[in-house]
């Protein structure tokens, strides 16, 4: 098995919780499994195929696949999932360090 990352997203007001397990596999390529509370996210993650790591994470924001999908699926541009989704392809290829990201709103 590849290496792996599980994220936990909690969506704030809306009160979704979203778990994002990525695995990358032996061809480099990352898959995505999601497990959400939101209907929206489910119906994003219908589309989900395995994602090339250096393109999610190198390209234009409207670029990745990980953001086309969110906006064919997702009725709010402020959702954190899209971002945790690439946040996650990004640690399970190593592309970047397993650390939580955090937005607090006062």
């Excluded at 994602?51 to 234009?60: G, H, I, L, M, R």
């Amino acid at each position: 098995m590849g290496k792996e990352c599980t994220v936990t997203v909690d969506a704030g007001v809306c009160k979704m919780k979203t778990v994002i397990h990525a695995v990358q596999g032996e061809d480099l390529m990352v898959s995505l499994d999601v497990k959400s509370d939101c209907p929206n996210v489910l119906r994003m993650s219908w589309k989900f195929k395995p994602v090339n790591p250096y393109t999610e994470v190198e390209s234009p924001i409207c670029e990745t696949d990980i953001y086309r999908w969110a906006n064919e699926a997702l009725p709010h541009a402020a959702c954190p999932v899209p971002c945790a989704l690439v946040k996650a392809v990004e640690a399970a290829s190593e592309l970047g360090i397993k650390r939580g990201v955090r937005i607090d709103i006062e």
